[in-house]
């Protein structure tokens, strides 16, 4: 008996997921437990195995689709088996199939958004000089056949030769009738197009859909405060420049500044528990542990993941988890658990120059903390002027959970532990994790 392949269910959050690769063919020979299929959810890339041994009858789904959980993707069974009871009578999980260009048709115009149409539709409007866009499509999903360009040339007015020239070209429409004799269209008359018809466009989904409905959702449902402050930074240069050179401890070596602003957070939280906390309804819940989310740039998006137990973490531990789950976000390997459960969020874009911003709280959590670039900055210091190093901290916050005075006295307790970095890490640290008795 045929099997289906099913798209998993992937923790309650995660409603449907994208086809990114198949690794079989229609008609090819499967093993149980072989890879099939890779997917994208909101959160992590994932493989598809094989539910049973068989031939590959059927891919209801294709790359670029996307499909509803526990929907069937495939087919698996014996040659000439019948599998109609296995297949959707419908797709509404999926995205509509891009049409696919012809090789008469240029690629970009796809991209560009120009509407999907046959080959002898396109050859006519191009020769008779009329723009397909804003023409109704008869064919299939709304496809422009030969007959809805002809139907649009039986009403049309006549173009002179160089608006006949434009048009082909591109980047005008007709306008209903022209300045010429008779309503003749001239070159003047041509409407140029607007920029959304010649604009790239770009599905919305993945990390970047659930990215979008999340920050949306979080402005729309919390009441962010954002405040803003500077720390010395002599110390924490001072501190990655003997870590650099081994003088602690050769196990530290990789330690980089975002390690140590990660390991600054996490100790500084337990003191101020209104920020490592959550609004749970008609309650707050405060967190005695803390689960320290980072962003990370993708080629897919952003992702969040999660040092979990941050604050019991010796610095070699929580820098080598920190560049684990980096690698593992960029590879699209990070599973499902490695991006949940983060009681406060850590954001860092110093690394691009930027010395302050807003950061959007990742709810349900009450505190996000943007870490700025390292730059010089005026202070005065035993009477006289000087021009210091300090990194720019964005603390933002919702005011339904925490008012902005405790909030402030983190920055401050914040603040104060990067001046004096070194003496807050451990004797352990400072040999080494490998090195620590």
């Known amino acids: 008996?045929?099997?289906?392949?099913?798209?998993?269910?992937?923790?309650?959050?995660?409603?449907?997921?994208?086809?990114?690769?198949?690794?079989k063919a229609v008609g090819d020979a499967v093993a149980q437990g072989e890879l099939l299929a890779e997917i994208e959810t909101d959160k992590a890339t994932l493989e598809i195995e094989s539910p049973a041994d068989g031939l590959l009858l059927a891919r209801f789904h294709e790359v670029g689709d996307e499909v509803e959980v526990?929907?069937?993707?495939?087919?698996i069974g014996a040659p000439g088996e019948d599998i109609e009871d296995l297949r959707p009578s419908s797709r509404p999980g999926a995205a509509p199939a891009p049409q696919i260009p012809s090789a008469t048709m240029p690629t970009g115009s796809l991209l560009r958004g120009r509407p999907a149409s046959s080959p002898r539709a396109r050859k006519l409007?191009?020769?008779?000089?009329?723009?397909?866009?804003?023409?109704?499509?008869?064919?299939?999903?709304?496809?422009?056949?030969?007959?809805?360009?002809q139907a649009a040339l039986a009403g049309q007015p006549r173009l002179t030769p160089v608006a006949q020239a434009m048009l082909r070209e591109g980047g005008y429409s007709l306008p209903t009738r022209g300045s010429g004799p008779r309503g003749r269209i001239r070159r003047r008359d041509l409407i140029p197009a607007s920029a959304e018809e010649d604009a790239q466009r770009v599905p919305l989904r993945g990390a970047r859909r659930v990215t979008a409905r999340r920050m949306l959702a979080s402005l729309q449902s919390t009441a962010q405060l954002t405040l803003h402050a500077h720390a010395d930074a002599r110390a924490l240069l001072a501190l990655r420049r003997?870590?650099?050179?081994?003088?602690?401890?050769p196990a530290l070596r990789a330690v980089?500044?975002?390690?140590?602003?990660?390991?600054?957070?996490?100790?500084?939280?337990?003191?101020?528990?209104?920020?490592?906390?959550r609004l749970a309804d008609d309650h707050i819940l405060r967190f005695r542990v803390v689960h320290l989310g980072f962003a990370v740039d993708t080629?897919?998006?952003?992702?969040?993941?999660?040092?979990?137990?941050?604050?019991?973490?010796?610095?070699?531990?929580?820098?080598?988890?920190?560049?684990?789950?980096?690698?593992?976000?960029?590879?699209?390997?990070?599973q499902p658990p490695e991006l949940e459960g983060a009681t406060f969020t850590v954001s860092n874009l110093g690394s691009f120059g930027v010395e302050s911003f807003t950061p959007v709280l990742n709810p349900p959590q009450a505190g996000i903390l943007g870490v700025g670039a390292i730059h010089l900055r005026a202070v005065q210091e035993n009477g006289v002027v000087a021009f210091l190093p300090h990194v720019g901290l964005s603390l933002t916050i919702d005011h339904q959970v925490l008012d902005g005075a405790p909030a402030a006295r983190f920055l401050q307790d914040l603040a104060q532990r990067l001046t004096r970095i070194e003496e807050a890490i451990s004797p352990a640290d400072h040999k080494g994790v490998d090195e620590a008795p």
């Not at 008996?1 to 690794?23: C, D, F, R, T, Y």
């Not at 980089?256 to 906390?277: F, G, K, Q, S």
């Open 70 to 75: 526990m929907a069937p993707i495939g087919a």
């Open 1 to 23: 008996m045929a099997s289906a392949v099913l798209l998993p269910k992937l923790g309650n959050s995660v409603e449907s997921s994208l086809v990114i690769a198949w690794h």
């Open 125 to 149: 409007a191009a020769a008779r000089g009329i723009a397909l866009t804003g023409l109704h499509g008869s064919g299939p999903g709304g496809r422009i056949l030969e007959r809805d360009v």
């Open 242 to 249: 003997r870590l650099k050179a081994g003088e602690i401890s």
């Open 256 to 277: 980089t500044i975002n390690d140590l602003l990660h390991y600054a957070v996490a100790r500084t939280l337990p003191a101020h528990p209104e920020l490592n906390a």
């Open 299 to 334: 080629p897919r998006g952003l992702y969040v993941p999660v040092i979990h137990d941050a604050g019991r973490l010796g610095l070699q531990q929580l820098a080598d988890e920190a560049r684990r789950l980096v690698r593992a976000c960029r590879d699209g390997a990070v």
